[in-house]
DNA sequence: GCGATATCACACTA
DNA sequence: CTAGTGTGATATCG
């Protein structure tokens, strides 16, 4: 299959093509070349900063295969010469292992020394952790540690629901349901399932409440920040994770992880401050007492140095430094400088996460996980004749490229170094209005099977799905809250989109606003009709064919794209005749998919249930979208059963006929590099027949732990 | 028109 | 309970 007709081949151009491509296959379905999904492909053992081997990710899906996540793996020795701070060093401090670095030599100096009390502590929730891994163990039984704000975590949301016991089997092999409680014990430690969980639930709330505030709703007062109200409710009622403050990793946190809000780290347990730069705890030491770093957020208020990347200059807090209406003064030896002045001493792992301007969204930050550091000096420095305090961090090799992945990233950009394997630098030859890089640094093959690249859906006259309907007479932009526009009435009077283009929550069908509107061009309910907002990259993955991924950050609920294509007819398209093959780029509405909780718990709005709750795909009729001949990025994307992505159809008029559109938005925040994936769903007809004919079933190879072996 | 700058309300932990 | 820590959205300036 591989290599096949389509190999290296030009097609004939037609009057149509905006570009054309080589190809092979779509490989999306090619048999395992990894048969056991326990078997991650080798990527873990890429340098710590590049470059990057053939295919290289930096980032593990989410529920990929991590055998040592929360594996404290302090029992492999062989150190390596890390850099380590002169003069006499106190007993080394034991903590989590760098998440993602199986097989990588111990990042620890030593293992033979007496843990300290706090340390013990750590080992314990260790131990815990490692039962939890194993399917759920105990994580009722055992008491619950110290837990702070447990009261009033327990009242409402949690009725009377499935209890985790009941669960257990299914629990690790399936996204848990939004309304489930988290237990004490995953509140003290988390794991990946569970993070990624607390932060799906902390966005959809903070949408929720950002399109209340829009939308000028009286109910909730005005918010004008509504990631830390979404913040607030959370940590009260208990939906967080990782509240046992440690040193070292952080069990479900994993290098690369970004983040778009600052509270976003309090709700995890990266970085507790929702403001200081410096989080840090009190070590006790037989009858010494010391603070130390647990973790720095460097983000651009002070002129640290982060121009290397693996080395970070930062500076102490305090002293009124850049702050306009206050004198400058001098930084003091206290708080957070005096904890990073005792963790260079005790050279204990301190969990960097940095800051840096949002080139998608230039009023806001993303902070970007990126591992675990140590501090190799400090001094101190004169600025206007005021004392400023200046850590040097270095990273702990051994540890997958994050901010690392940004640099280079921008560099491309810049056109200062080119992407290595690249094939094309835009595939789509100026049909989308931003290029699609081609890439393959994995095999030899020169690119995909020649198809046409048609940025949206075409539908051919045979098929009278469409009718004629009013749009809004909205003058300027559609304003959220306004009932008078008939958009968002039709959307059931809630504007679908936050003002800076996010979508708040999955429906059964979104209407935005089209030519037939008087509304402008730019009106904000127009968001899936504006092609890609973000530099995509198809590329080469080791064992599924081609897939896409992005060179920058995704938020949750952002439109990456829509699943272009013709729009052939049901019945012909799903059997596809004799050329089954036709399957492998056919969109189906049809199909049965996973159902999953995405949009905001009305509970944690204390609201009453409502529409909003539905999550349902129901559509008005059916839509099969071929994109074997004609079709966008879309069609390059692969099937996950733990997706980062997922569709919504959408509504609009084009040409007097309202036309059905397949969107896809972000599930999750999505950091550069990382496979989009969406859930491909199963052939409703074969789900019937009882038997599933696998034959006609693909082996799936997401790796996911939820993988329900095959999709198609 | 766009970046810089000002203003404002605020949530976490020690 | 208070102090210490900037953040993120928006408005205004040059």
């Not at 967080?240 to 309090?266: K, Q, S, W, Y």
């Not at 961090?393 to 056109?415: C, D, L, N, Y």
Request: proline share 7%; aromatic share 8%; hydrophobic share 30%.
């Amino acid at each position: 299959m591989e290599g096949g007709s389509g190999y290296n081949s030009i097609p004939p151009s037609t009057s149509f093509d905006k570009s054309r491509v080589l190809d092979v296959k779509p490989l999306r379905s090619l048999k395992p070349v990894f048969p056991s999904t326990s078997e991650a492909p080798p990527f873990v053992c890429a340098p710590p900063n590049g470059p990057f081997p053939p295919g290289f990710t930096p980032f593990y899906p989410f529920s990929a295969p991590q055998v040592s996540q929360t594996s404290p793996n302090l029992n492999h020795g062989n150190p390596p010469p890390v850099p380590m701070p002169m003069g006499p060093i106190p007993a080394p401090l034991r903590a989590f292992r760098s998440s993602q670095s199986p097989g990588i030599p111990g990042i620890f100096n030593g293992n033979t020394t007496q843990p300290t009390e706090t340390f013990r502590e750590v080992d314990e929730n260790a131990d815990g952790l490692r039962m939890n891994e194993d399917g759920y163990v105990d994580g009722q039984k055992r008491a619950a540690p110290h837990l702070r704000g447990s009261s009033s975590s327990q009242k409402k949301t949690r009725k009377n629901k499935v209890t985790k016991s009941s669960l257990s089997g299914i629990a690790a092999k399936r996204p848990r349901d939004f309304v489930e409680d988290i237990s004490p014990v995953e509140r003290s430690n988390g794991n990946r399932e569970l993070v990624y969980e607390v932060l799906l639930r902390f966005d959809a709330l903070r949408r929720r409440l950002s399109q209340m505030e829009e939308a000028k709703e009286q109910s909730v007062g005005i918010i004008k920040r509504a990631d830390l109200k979404a913040g607030n409710i959370l940590m009260s009622r208990g939906v967080r994770t990782n509240m046992t403050r440690r040193i070292g990793a952080v069990p479900g946190v994993e290098i690369g992880d970004i983040f778009f809000f600052r509270i976003e780290l309090c709700v995890v347990g990266l970085h507790a401050q929702s403001m200081g730069g410096i989080d840090y705890m009190i070590i006790k030491d037989n009858l010494d007492e010391e603070p130390l770093a647990m973790s720095i957020v460097s983000s651009g208020g002070y002129d640290d140095d982060a121009e290397d990347g693996d080395v970070l200059i930062y500076s102490g807090q305090g002293g009124n430094f850049g702050k306009k209406d206050k004198q400058a003064s001098d930084q003091k030896l206290e708080r957070g400088n005096l904890a990073l002045e005792r963790s260079v001493r005790r050279a204990n792992d301190i969990r960097v996460i940095r800051g840096i301007k949002d080139a998608v969204n230039p009023s806001s930050k993303v902070y970007i996980y990126d591992g675990l550091y140590r501090i190799q000096e400090s001094w101190s420095e004169n600025k206007s004749g005021c004392n400023i305090f200046k850590y040097k961090f270095v990273r702990m090799p051994g540890q997958p490229g994050a901010f690392a992945v940004w640099k280079s990233i921008q560099k491309w950009k810049e056109g200062l170094s080119s992407r290595v394997g690249l094939i094309l630098p835009d595939l789509t030859s100026g049909a989308e209005s931003l290029p699609v890089s081609l890439v393959n640094d994995v095999d030899e093959e020169k690119g995909p099977a020649h198809f046409s690249y048609f940025p949206t859906l075409r539908y051919l006259k045979s098929f009278n799905l469409t009718q004629h309907s009013i749009g809004c007479d909205c003058h300027n932009a559609c304003q959220p809250g306004d009932l008078n526009c008939g958009c968002i009435r039709k959307n059931g009077g809630d504007f679908p989109y936050t003002n800076n283009g996010i979508l708040v929550g999955r429906k059964p069908l979104i209407h935005e606003c089209s030519p037939a509107c008087s509304c402008f061009p730019n009106c904000k309910n127009r968001v899936s009709q504006h092609g890609l907002k973000v530099h995509l990259e198809v590329f080469r993955t080791t064992d599924r064919g081609w897939g896409l991924r992005s060179w920058d950050p995704i938020r949750a609920g952002t439109f990456i794209c829509e699943y272009a294509g013709e729009v052939v007819d049901e019945v012909k398209g799903r059997r596809g005749g004799e050329e089954g093959e036709n399957d492998e780029y056919l969109f189906d509405t049809n199909r049965v998919y996973n159902t999953f909780k995405w949009n905001c718990e009305p509970e944690l709005l204390e609201e009453e249930s409502s529409g909003d709750a539905n999550e349902d795909y129901k559509i008005p009729f059916p839509l099969v979208i071929s994109a074997k001949t004609i079709g966008n990025v879309a069609r390059f994307m692969n099937h996950s059963c733990s997706p980062n992505v997922f569709w919504q159809p959408v509504l609009y008029e084009q040409s007097n006929q309202s036309f059905l559109h397949i969107a896809f938005f972000a599930m999750g925040h999505i950091p550069p590099m990382k496979e989009l994936t969406y859930d491909y769903g199963i052939s409703r007809s074969d789900e019937v027949d009882g038997d599933i004919e696998l034959n006609r079933k693909k082996k799936c190879l997401c790796g996911s732990s939820n993988c329900r072996g095959y999709f198609g």
